[in-house]
């Protein structure tokens, strides 16, 4: 996950770990990029859109490249004014956002949706 606020982040790191996840919180997307370059396994993403040190969308988008079985979810925490972009044609990278402010159970939700998403096997093409 990629947020530079440290109490957002203990809330988003608490709630993975609820779904028995290594959950590592980066305060820079070039840490989180890192990670990715090193082949590290990576179910979900979460990317606030308040970071700083890269547009958000931007951010989305190499994180996308770098999943090669293209399949990780990524979820934008948003504030209210800015959410709908997150799952418009400016956030095509994005799957899911959540508004700030979210309560947990929202979170918690957002993250299971994802998570199940993944897991499900691919129907078939007929």
């Known amino acids: 996950m990629i947020d530079s606020n440290p109490s957002t982040s203990a809330v988003l790191v608490m709630l993975g770990q609820q779904f028995g996840c290594r959950v590592i919180a980066n305060r820079s997307v070039e840490a989180a990029l890192a990670l990715l370059r ?3 396994t990576v179910d979900l993403m979460a990317i606030d859109l308040g970071i700083t040190d890269m547009d958000p969308y931007v951010a989305a988008q190499l994180v ?3 999943d ?4 990780m ?3 934008a925490i948003a504030d209210a004014e800015t ?3 997150a799952v418009g044609a400016r956030g095509a990278c994005f799957n899911h956002a959540v508004a700030k402010p979210y309560s947990p159970r929202e979170l918690y939700a957002a993250f299971e949706t994802a998570l199940i998403r993944v897991a499900e096997p691919a129907l078939p093409l007929t």
Do not use: F, G, S, Y
Not at 68 to 71: E, G, L, R
């Open 73 to 75: 979810p990524i979820i």
């Open 83 to 85: 959410v709908t972009d």
């Open 64 to 66: 996308r490249m770098l």
């Open 68 to 71: 090669k079985a293209n399949v």
């Open 38 to 40: 090193q082949e590290q």
